[in-house]
């Protein structure tokens, strides 16, 4: 991370060239997408639509297995001390939110394996019988199908929290210290994840649906990003200037062109116009939010460490 005082060398490193990389906003992208398609999944299995052939909580929980261990595998790529990685899983700490990261990803890989169950290919079946059976045994328990699909839910939310979590409890940037992060990224995952699903579902009734939520997703976070700047604003005066990096700072036109207008207004406009059947769906919207996603975590993040605690006169 960047030191805590403002050099003139600071001020000459591009804003897309931090020392963090991209490994971190990566990271935080795909955990929050992950988080978000636990959830959709979780309400399907809950809500009774697994019996539906098409349902997307079949395949998803394969995507977001890929998905967070790809997230993983860029965590892993940031660390600076990578052959201590395992100790994290040897203790726990209550006060540490990277624990409590380590911990909930334990817990997250073994219900996407057991969602995976619930629906294996037809080749698994034949080589290994005894997942066969595990699966079939499994379908033949509504409740046990419902409470898998709470747990997804919890945790889901569990991991999509925690990636705000985890960037807000670094006190020494102003950006961060904001108890409202957490939020507004379990609302960008959850954005994302749906229009994610949005895009790729084969049953044209999850489209619908998620194309009305992701609406909904949206609005919640340009109200949380609101709040969080006004938060901001009306704080310290570092916590002012920390504002003002995304409101007329370095960061500005990426923050106002990328995140706002391209990533959250305009598919906002074409959902709320596919839903009331004003046009057809379109892919463009959910390929925007989920653009958008992506580049609010870069900009939060490399924002957030070129903030600091000294005001330059």
């Keep these: 991370m960047l030191e805590l005082t403002t050099t003139r060398h600071n001020e000459l490193i591009d804003p897309f060239f931090h020392a963090w990389g991209w490994e971190i906003p990566v990271y935080l992208f795909l955990g929050g997408l992950v988080a978000g398609m636990m959830i959709i999944s979780g309400y399907f299995l809950f809500s009774g639509r697994y019996k539906e052939t098409d349902c997307s909580c079949y395949y998803l929980p394969r995507l977001s297995f890929i998905f967070l261990s790809l997230g993983m595998l860029a965590l892993f790529l940031d660390l600076e ?87 807000s409890s670094l006190g020494a940037r102003p950006l961060w210290s904001t108890s409202i992060l957490w939020l507004l990224f379990l609302m960008s995952g959850l954005s994302g994840a749906a ?60 923050f106002w062109v990328f995140v706002i207008f391209i990533g959250i207004l305009i598919p906002l406009l074409l959902q709320l116009l596919a839903v009331n059947h004003k046009i057809h769906h379109t892919p463009l919207a959910p390929i925007l939010v989920i653009t958008g996603g992506i580049i609010l975590r870069f900009v939060i993040v ?12």
Excluded at 120 to 131: G, N, V
Excluded at 227 to 254: D, N, W
Excluded at 302 to 311: N, P, V
């Design 81 to 167: 001390h990578k052959q201590y990685v395992w100790r994290l899983y040897t203790t726990f700490r209550v006060t540490s939110p990277m624990s409590w990261g380590s911990w909930i990803l334990i817990l997250v890989y073994p219900v996407l394996i057991a969602n995976m169950l619930l629906r294996l290919p037809e080749t698994t079946k034949q080589k290994i019988p005894l997942l066969k059976k595990i699966s079939d045994k499994m379908n033949s328990s509504h409740n046990l199908i419902r409470n898998i699909g709470v747990i997804n839910m919890f945790l889901g939310a569990m991991l999509g929290m925690y990636t705000g979590i985890l960037l």
């Design 195 to 254: 229009a994610f699903v949005h895009l790729i579902a084969k049953n044209v009734y999850e489209r619908e649906l998620l194309a009305k939520a992701d609406n909904g997703f949206l609005i919640i976070e340009l109200f949380v990003i609101m709040l969080m700047i006004i938060g901001l604003v009306v704080s310290t005066q570092v916590h002012k200037e920390a504002a003002m990096l995304l409101l007329s700072g370095r960061y500005a036109a990426v």
């Design 302 to 313: 490399y924002a957030g460490e070129y903030s600091h605690w000294f005001i330059v006169k």
